[in-house]
């Protein structure tokens, strides 16, 4: 049996013709791209043309638009950094964001009302991950700063409505960005028909190489760099630029505009036969988000009266891989801080895994899952005291 891949929203395979792009960048075509000379005028218009690839996928107005970061952490950092730094002058020290934000958003969010006072605004979602749209402008006000919303949830897929929200931030004279690491590359972004003010991209989501990302920011947002030093990137992001790996994005990003409708049709139905699968044949098992408003690629499932880690360590030895969440928080003995704001049931709460397909997969790989899980699922459930001891008048029912 072939191992099985489903943790592309952890990350996902370099392509090879990405590899490919890129290698030429570490030997042949070696130049600083802020050198004048030959060498690096060669490299400069490489960047340029990684910049406009990526300016395509996001459907920005002008590549100049596209500042190149380390990743998605980054991207948010300097963004949410930035727009404090820039809205304090007119008063506006506040944050609003959700519960069900990346650690990336969350952790510097945390650590912002901690060492600086900056107040923060969490908003809360619904059962099915849905943002709570009253709480959300009941957040926004005259000291908001930014508002800061996920395109889709990592854990769950669930889409946001980024272009409505951040219509709202502006009515509260606030600028908004979106970490749309999962959603890019997934789904269709056009930035310039938003008025989202900046965006935040990884490379490694997309079928590119680790270390490197991007942050959107719309012409005419008054932006402080994060990282200061020279001149690069239009003086937005010092430090020499990572050529291989903007490379290397920049073809991802041209390859996944191509892939766009294969993730909508083929990996969605993939998807949703290998969910389905798993709810028909598995008893007290619950789907975690939307059902039709989410990624296509993406399954969260619980099991009841189970640890997501065990159903995780059985699928390894069983060749396929998996997750119980954010690949950031893995190790982490607490549940899922976005099922738990989703308020799932104490039962289900440490059962639940994640399914995130990609391009790469195939009908035999869900064939493959559907085989082995609910074996897999019935030897934990005998060896679960929890199980063995729910009540007499819950029966084992499938929900969806």
């Known amino acids: 049996m072939r191992p099985v891949y489903f943790d592309n929203n952890a990350t996902t395979r370099t392509d090879p013709s990405v590899v490919e792009a890129m290698l030429p960048y570490f030997s042949e075509h070696f130049g600083n791209a802020s050198s004048t000379h030959a060498f690096g005028a060669q490299v400069g218009e490489a960047l340029k043309a990684a910049r406009r690839q990526i300016q395509a996928l996001l459907g920005a107005a002008h590549d100049h638009e596209i ?10 950092n300097a963004a949410l950094l930035s727009a404090l730094d820039v809205m304090e002058a007119e008063g506006r020290t506040e944050i609003v964001t959700t519960r069900v934000e990346h650690q990336a958003m969350l952790a510097l969010a945390a650590h912002l009302e901690k060492a600086r006072g900056i107040k923060v605004h969490l908003v809360g979602v619904d059962r099915d991950g849905r943002l709570d749209m009253e709480a959300y402008a009941s957040a926004l006000g005259p000291k908001t700063a930014i508002a800061s919303v996920m395109w889709a ?33 997934k789904v269709k972004v056009d930035v310039a028909s938003t008025q989202i003010d900046m965006l935040s991209l990884s490379g490694h989501k ?64 993939l998807r949703d036969r290998l969910e389905q699968g798993i709810l028909q044949r ?8 939307e059902a ?6 993406t399954a969260n499932i619980a099991f009841e009266h189970l640890d997501g880690e065990a159903i995780l360590l059985h699928l390894n030895r ?59 699922i019935t030897k934990l459930r005998e060896l679960s005291p929890s199980w063995q001891n729910r009540p007499a008048d819950r029966p084992a029912a499938r929900h969806g």
């Open 67 to 76: 500042v190149f970061t380390s990743g998605g952490t980054e991207s948010d």
């Open 153 to 185: 949830n990592n854990e769950t897929g669930t889409l946001f409505p980024v272009d409505e929200l951040a219509r709202m931030a502006h009515a509260a004279g606030a600028l908004f960005h979106t970490d749309a690491v999962q959603a890019v590359g």
């Open 206 to 269: 997309l079928h590119g190489p680790k270390g490197i990302g991007a942050l959107y920011v719309r012409k005419g947002v008054k932006f402080r760099p994060l990282i200061r030093g020279g001149h690069q990137e239009r003086g937005r992001r010092g430090g020499t630029e990572n050529v291989p790996a903007i490379i290397g994005l920049g073809r991802a990003a041209e390859l996944a505009a191509r892939h766009l409708e294969d993730e909508q049709v083929r990996v969605r139905a």
């Open 282 to 289: 598995i008893a007290c098992c619950m789907r975690n988000g």
């Open 292 to 297: 039709d408003n989410r990624l296509p690629n």
């Open 318 to 376: 069983a060749g396929i891989a998996a997750s119980t969440g954010s690949a950031c928080t893995s190790g982490s003995t607490e549940p899922s801080h976005v099922l738990r704001a989703m308020n799932l049931p104490a039962t289900a709460l440490h059962g639940a895994i994640r399914l995130s397909l990609s391009r790469e997969n195939t009908g035999a790989d869900v064939d493959q899952v559907l085989k082995v899980l609910p074996g897999i």
